[in-house]
Nanobody
């Protein structure tokens, strides 16, 4: 069965950095898109970034573009989210997600399109 396990969350001051990891298992993810989403208290889950496992191509939400970097490590079957210049508005539970890739040019920002989810990791940015 598919398992996605996030780690790396924590408390950081504004302007600081954190790196999240997602360990993926239970499937050959080479034909999958991997995504990071986040959900703040009282808000809907929102898209952060996605990467195509096969090509490494990426797509970001405007709110994190230039500050966050998504990457993957084929050997470790892991996906990462490097977060720099963090702001209090980035405070949320961050989730790793996976979906079968439809095409080389299609990126999904919709959480409903992702079939597999991790349990989430808390990121808190203090001002």
């Amino acid at each position: 069965q598919v398992q996605l396990v996030e780690s790396g969350g924590g408390l950081v001051q504004a302007g600081g950095s954190l790196s999240l990891s997602c360990a993926a298992s239970g499937r050959d993810f080479s034909t999958y898109d991997m995504g990071w989403f986040r959900q703040a208290p009282g808000k809907e889950r929102e898209f952060v970034a996605t990467i195509k496992w096969s090509t490494g191509s990426t797509y970001y939400a405007d709110s994190v573009k230039g500050r966050f970097t998504i990457s993957r490590d084929n050997a470790k079957n892991a996906v990462y989210l490097q977060m720099n210049s963090l702001k209090p508005g980035d405070t949320a539970v961050y989730y790793c997600a996976a979906r079968r890739s439809l095409s080389a040019s299609y990126y999904s920002r919709q959480s409903d399109n992702y079939n597999y989810w991790g349990q989430g990791t808390q990121v808190t940015v203090s001002s």
